[in-house]
């Protein structure tokens, strides 16, 4: 349940691409955000990339240590967004972004996480809403 398992990841170069073109974004500071809504989806998962560019982090230690928070923060959050993606059947694809100088503390992730998956779940359920109303 608490688990990050491999299948959780965004590991295609390809998928990844087709998320930082077609995908919508947002800042909440100190991290960007991507997502990519696949609906009806033969999978329904969502599946995560983090990012810490080398542009904002020089030191490797700081980009893994930054990686690190933003992996246990997503961790402990995502059975939300998880079952929300189950239960209307879709495909979430996110990408988390730390875009500062400094590495926040654990506290600050968490909050910022919690918010991050809250708003794309908002997002989502505009979007299958605004659908389902046009179909009809």
Same mark, same amino acid.
């Given at each position: 349940?608490?688990?990050?398992?491999?299948q959780?990841?965004?590991?295609?170069?390809?998928?990844?691409?087709?998320?930082?073109?077609?995908?919508?974004?947002?800042?909440?500071?100190?991290?960007? =955000?991507?997502?990519?809504? /696949?609906?009806?989806?033969?999978?329904p998962?969502?599946? =995560? =990339?983090?990012?810490?560019?080398?542009?904002?982090?020089?030191?490797?230690?700081?980009?893994?240590?930054?990686?690190?928070?933003?992996? /246990?923060?997503?961790?402990?959050?995502?059975?939300?967004?998880?079952?929300?993606?189950?239960?209307?059947n879709?495909?979430?694809?996110?990408?988390?972004?730390?875009?500062?100088?400094?590495?926040?503390?654990?506290?600050?992730?968490?909050?910022?996480?919690?918010?991050?998956?809250?708003?794309?779940?908002?997002?989502?359920?505009?979007?299958?809403?605004?659908?389902?109303?046009?179909?009809?």
């Amino acid at each position: 349940m608490y688990k990050f398992k491999k299948q959780e990841r965004l590991c295609s170069l390809i998928e990844i691409r087709k998320l930082f073109v077609c995908g919508e974004n947002f800042l909440n500071y100190p991290f960007s =955000v991507r997502y990519k809504i /696949e609906e009806k989806s033969i999978f329904p998962q969502v599946q =995560v =990339v983090i990012v810490s560019p080398k542009r904002y982090q020089k030191l490797s230690v700081n980009r893994n240590r930054a990686k690190r928070l933003i992996r /246990e923060s997503y961790r402990l959050n995502k059975e939300e967004i998880t079952k929300f993606a189950e239960e209307n059947n879709i495909g979430i694809k996110i990408s988390i972004s730390l875009v500062s100088q400094n590495i926040p503390d654990y506290k600050t992730v968490n909050t910022k996480i919690q918010k991050i998956l809250s708003n794309i779940i908002h997002k989502t359920s505009e979007i299958i809403e605004n659908n389902n109303q046009s179909n009809k």
